[in-house]
């Protein structure tokens, strides 16, 4: 089975940082790797998947690149909204998984 | 507008059954995968499983954690997934939420979730 490890998993940061995000897959899985952002008793919003391309909707600041075991995704600047956990998720087979998530909050 | 509400969450004791559902709207239903995933109080995302659609006969993937308890189905005709759960151990607690898939090239992702349905083993 495919592990997902992300870092970090807490970070603090200011409106107008850019902040990144690593996603490490404990074996390749080529560019099937999703981003979600959770807000608190929210549902999950998905926000970029084949590892790089953006959902339809989600503002440009956001970004992710990365292929084979190691992935990112960037916020170029932070804003009040984006205050959440993210998580990847992979889609290389079966069973999928998510990384432990990513909480950013405010500085 | 895309929806999806989760159903039939509760308490149910140890070993014991329950079977959620969930409702989806928005859409043609009949040509997404549909996926369920659950979170544990105060942890993060697991995968629970997937049901395919009829041009795929409606094949199904689950996690080594639920595998031969948990049996997802679906109702096209109802616009509806299913998630039977039994044999529930307290780590099963968790909201159930299930979730669109939409695919691209070589696999398929997940758009869109529902808000979940608790549910609680415990005696």
């Known amino acids: 089975d495919i592990q997902l490890t992300q870092s970090p998993s807490f970070l603090s940061a200011s409106v107008g940082d850019r902040v990144t995000i690593t996603c490490r897959a404990s074996q390749g899985i080529s560019s099937y790797l999703a981003w979600h952002q959770q807000k608190p008793g929210k549902a999950p919003k998905l926000l970029i998947y084949a590892a790089s391309t953006l959902q339809s909707g989600v503002p440009s600041r956001f970004s992710g690149s990365g292929s084979g075991t190691e992935f990112t995704l960037t916020i170029s600047s932070l804003q009040p909204e984006d205050f959440a956990t993210y998580y990847c998720?992979?889609?290389?087979?079966?069973?999928?998984?998510f990384g432990g998530g990513t909480k950013v909050e405010i500085k | 507008e895309v929806q999806l509400v989760e159903s039939g969450g509760g308490l149910v004791q140890p070993g014991g059954s329950l079977r959620l559902s969930c409702a989806a709207s928005g859409f043609t239903f009949s040509d997404h995968y549909m996926d369920w995933v659950r979170q544990a109080p105060g942890k993060g995302l697991e995968w629970v499983g997937r049901i395919r659609h009829k041009a795929r006969s409606y094949t199904t993937e689950y996690a080594a954690s639920v595998k031969g308890r948990f049996t997802i189905s679906r109702d096209d005709s109802k616009n509806s997934v299913y998630l039977q759960m039994s044999s529930l151990k307290t780590e099963d607690t968790a909201v159930y939420s299930c979730a669109r898939g939409f695919c691209g090239v070589g696999t398929c992702y997940v758009d869109y979730w529902g808000q979940g349905t608790p549910v609680t083993v415990s005696s």
């Open positions: 998720q992979h889609f290389n087979g079966y069973p999928l998984s």
